[in-house]
């Protein structure tokens, strides 16, 4: 015979009725994270409402950065690079071996002699026109040199000349004859327009870097025609 179980009142377990507590803390925490957002968001506003103010106020107060390219020289500056004076831009060593004979009437004489010089060309910047430097487009120096020249006519080295070969009398006005035939000659050999063309383009090139050492970028030379 089965028996019946019943439950009554007394045999009841009691099971203690829980609250959800986290749906509570999600509703307090979703609070604070509104008020945390509204309160970013006003932040925000303000920072934005600020910088447009301030932009604002300055639209009239433009800064702008311009670089003037205009160049100048002064007068001091022209007379200092003039008092340079003579500028040496080609050397050249030369000798040369001479000879004369006097016909005597019972024997001849003979004078040979060697001369040694050194031939110097260049400018002299105390021959300079008026205005040969000046400014052109606010940003060019332009320079017009002085043509070139010989820079010393006294050229033969006489301590180094001497005589290779002599036979004979000679007075000093015979030597002196010599001498201008040597002189003559050394001109003749190294004032060649190869020689000057080559003087001239070291001019233009050693002055056009004296300009820019001093600061100039833009800078054009030229050299007056013999």
């Known amino acids: 015979m089965m028996m019946m179980k019943h439950e009554t009142p007394d045999n009841t377990i009691a099971r203690p009725v829980q609250t959800d507590d986290r749906h509570g803390r999600h509703r307090i925490f979703h609070a604070i994270l509104f008020l945390y957002k509204n309160r970013l968001l006003i932040l925000l506003a303000l920072v934005c ?8 106020l300055n639209s009239s107060n433009k800064v702008d950065v311009a670089v003037d390219q205009r160049i ?3 007068p001091t500056q022209i007379q200092q690079i003039q008092d340079i004076g003579q500028w040496e831009f080609l050397s050249i060593n030369d000798e040369e071996l001479l000879d004369t004979v006097s016909r005597g009437f019972f024997s001849d004489s003979e004078l040979v002699r060697i001369y040694y010089g050194t031939v110097r060309l260049g400018i002299d910047l105390h021959k300079a026109k008026p205005h040969w430097i000046r400014i052109e487009d606010d940003s060019v120096v332009v320079a017009q040199l002085p043509s070139i020249e010989l820079l010393d006519t006294d050229f033969i080295d006489e ?12 007075t000093a006005a015979d030597r002196e004859q010599l001498y201008n035939r040597a002189y003559r000659m050394m001109l003749a050999r190294c004032m060649t327009p190869e020689n000057i063309k080559t003087a001239e383009a070291n001019a233009r090139q050693q002055f056009t870097q004296f300009l820019k050492a001093m600061g100039y970028k833009h800078v054009r030379v030229g050299i007056t025609p013999r």
Do not use: H, N, Q
């Not at 409402?49 to 604002?56: C, E, M, R, Y």
């Not at 070969?165 to 000679?170: L, P």
């Open 49 to 56: 409402l600020a910088i447009g103010l301030f932009l604002w």
């Open 72 to 74: 100048d020289i002064t």
């Open 159 to 170: 301590a180094r000349s001497r005589s290779f070969f002599e036979k004979g009398k000679w």
